[in-house]
C-alpha cells in the first residue's frame, strides 16, 4: 500500500469557530446500513483527524501524504477536537491532486468500475508518476541548498 492520498486537503483561513458542543459522525439506516451522505460525512472526518495527527506527530508525512502546505499545517495544529470536527464539514476540505489530468481521472474510474486488479495497479502506477513530478517540479523550483566546505 502507498502512504499517499489521491486528494489534498486544504484549509481556508480559519475564522474563530466555537466548540461543537457534541460530535457525530453519521447515522445509521434501519437496516444497518449507512446512507451515502453519512459515509460522506464519516469519511471527511476521518480525512481532518488524519491530517490533525500526521500535523502534530509527522509535519513531514502530512505535507507529503495530504499535500498540506505549512500555513495549513499551522491552523491544524493549533485546532481543538471539536473545531476540526466543524471544519472537516467545511466545502473543499478536500479536493483532487491533479486536478488538470483528466486522462489519469478517467483511467482511475473505468479502473474502479471494472474488475481489472491490472488495471488498478496501472492506475495507482501513473499515479505514482504523478506524485513524483509534482514534487520534483517543487524540489527544482527551490533554491538548493548551500553547499558547505568540506572538513579538513
Given at each position: 500500500s502507498l502512504p499517499v492520498a489521491l486528494f489534498e486537503v486544504t484549509v481556508?483561513?480559519?475564522?474563530?469557530?466555537?466548540?461543537?458542543l457534541r460530535i457525530e459522525d453519521g447515522g445509521t439506516a434501519v437496516d444497518g446500513r449507512r446512507s451515502s451522505m453519512d459515509r460522506c460525512?464519516?469519511?471527511?472526518?476521518?480525512?481532518?483527524?488524519?491530517?490533525?495527527r500526521l500535523v502534530d506527530s509527522t509535519p513531514l508525512g502530512a505535507r507529503v501524504t495530504l499535500g498540506l502546505s505549512a500555513g495549513a499545517q499551522a491552523q491544524l495544529g493549533d485546532l481543538r477536537p471539536s473545531q476540526l470536527a466543524e471544519i472537516a464539514l467545511r466545502p473543499n476540505l478536500i479536493r483532487p491532486r491533479w486536478p488538470a489530468h483528466?486522462?489519469?481521472?478517467?483511467m482511475l474510474v473505468g479502473a474502479?468500475?471494472?474488475?481489472?486488479?491490472?488495471?488498478?495497479?496501472?492506475?495507482?502506477?501513473?499515479?505514482?508518476?504523478?506524485?513524483?513530478?509534482?514534487?520534483?517540479?517543487?524540489a527544482a523550483a527551490s533554491p538548493a541548498p548551500a553547499r558547505r566546505r568540506p572538513r579538513r
Amino acid at each position: 500500500s502507498l502512504p499517499v492520498a489521491l486528494f489534498e486537503v486544504t484549509v481556508d483561513p480559519l475564522p474563530a469557530i466555537a466548540p461543537a458542543l457534541r460530535i457525530e459522525d453519521g447515522g445509521t439506516a434501519v437496516d444497518g446500513r449507512r446512507s451515502s451522505m453519512d459515509r460522506c460525512t464519516s469519511f471527511l472526518h476521518q480525512v481532518a483527524f488524519l491530517a490533525w495527527r500526521l500535523v502534530d506527530s509527522t509535519p513531514l508525512g502530512a505535507r507529503v501524504t495530504l499535500g498540506l502546505s505549512a500555513g495549513a499545517q499551522a491552523q491544524l495544529g493549533d485546532l481543538r477536537p471539536s473545531q476540526l470536527a466543524e471544519i472537516a464539514l467545511r466545502p473543499n476540505l478536500i479536493r483532487p491532486r491533479w486536478p488538470a489530468h483528466d486522462r489519469y481521472w478517467a483511467m482511475l474510474v473505468g479502473a474502479a468500475r471494472g474488475t481489472s486488479d491490472t488495471a488498478l495497479e496501472q492506475a495507482l502506477c501513473v499515479g505514482v508518476c504523478l506524485f513524483g513530478s509534482e514534487h520534483a517540479s517543487v524540489a527544482a523550483a527551490s533554491p538548493a541548498p548551500a553547499r558547505r566546505r568540506p572538513r579538513r
